[in-house]
């Protein structure tokens, strides 16, 4: 139990112009109403419209708001390893900052927080405003994830979540080019618990995750908490030998009829099966190349609203 609690809040921002002037104000009316201590750490990741400007402009009125900017749009996943490195509180909450995560239900993660849990994630009961494809896909990615590696990550549920500083100091540890946050708060362990809440419709702007960026995600999370995909190449290789047993004794027992149209179908399925595996090798093998070439994660351009000492980590 901690008295007077500091609790930072991280906020990735991306092209968020239409909707930001709304979430500041619901975000510092919560602060002002709420016992705890907070401070509000944006990240800008390379917005190209005035989304700096109105958080500089609120933060002329709220001195619980800082910024981080980036030099440019490294990704979601990025911007909340950043934000994270930033915060001072005792207990850390990543949301959304177009309020599909309202700030209502950190109190509910805080009361549990209170009852010892180090990491308290938002569970999506319902998921309003967004497309059938979004859901019907996000509720098979989680799934089918979740068959697939051994970390105990939990469905349904984003990067909304409080964590506990212990965690944090871990996480900042964990330096992945390709990060899939909610997997490694996962991995770290601890006592780990859900509350359940309705995700919210956008309250302005569109999703600024595109197809390409949710694969992207997908990939990631699959391609660091999972190496079944390798193993497919052994599946493969056994559902192509029963295949060319069955050709066999299909053949005969037909005589020879259509034998060639049989090798030639064989060959294709032995064709795209070694295509496959290549590609999931050579996925694998470009992660690894990513790592190793230990690159920044991500630039920090500027930091807005910290006390000097905290302003120093720019990757
Ligand atoms: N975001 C970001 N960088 C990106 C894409 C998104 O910082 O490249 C931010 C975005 O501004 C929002 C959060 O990440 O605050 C989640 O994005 P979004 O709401 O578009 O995702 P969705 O809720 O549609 O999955
Ligand atoms: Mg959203």
Do not use: C
């Amino acid at each position: 139990m901690t008295t007077d609690p500091l609790v930072s809040i991280v906020l990735p921002v991306f092209n968020e112009s239409e909707g930001i002037d709304n979430t500041l104000a619901v975000l510092s009316n919560y602060v002002r109403i709420r016992p705890e201590r907070y401070e509000l750490i944006f990240v800008d990741d390379g917005s190209q419209d005035d989304t700096v400007a109105k958080i500089q402009a609120a933060m002329a009125k709220n001195s619980a708001i800082r910024l981080v900017r980036f030099s440019r749009n490294f990704g979601h996943q990025l911007a909340i390893t950043a934000g994270i490195r930033y915060t001072t509180g005792d207990a850390v909450v990543v949301m959304d900052a177009d309020l599909q995560d309202p700030p209502s239900v950190i109190p509910a993660m805080l009361d549990q927080w209170q009852k010892g849990f180090s990491v308290v994630y938002g569970k999506r009961r319902h998921r309003s405003g967004e497309t059938w494809f979004k859901k019907v896909t996000a509720t098979t990615f989680y799934r089918l994830l979740a068959a697939m590696t051994k970390v105990d990550i939990p469905v349904d549920t984003g990067d909304f979540r409080l964590m506990d500083r212990q965690v944090v100091d871990i996480l900042m540890t964990m330096n992945e080019t390709d990060p899939y946050v909610r997997g490694m708060v996962s991995w770290v362990g601890f006592k780990q618990t859900a509350v359940l809440y309705d995700r919210q419709e956008r309250t302005a702007g569109e999703s600024k995750y595109p197809l390409r960026k949710m694969l992207n995600l997908a990939m990631n999370g699959l391609m660091s908490f999972s190496t079944a995909p390798l193993a497919l190449a052994s599946w493969l290789s056994g559902i192509a030998l029963g295949i060319s047993v069955l050709i066999v004794a299909i053949s005969a027992l037909l005589g020879d009829l259509a034998l060639d149209t049989w090798i030639l179908s064989s060959l294709f399925f032995l064709g795209s099966g070694g295509f496959l595996i290549l590609g999931i090798i050579g996925t694998y093998i470009g992660r690894l190349f990513n790592q190793s070439r230990q690159r920044p994660l991500y630039i920090v351009e500027a930091t807005y609203g910290f006390a000097q000492a905290k302003a120093t980590p720019q990757y």
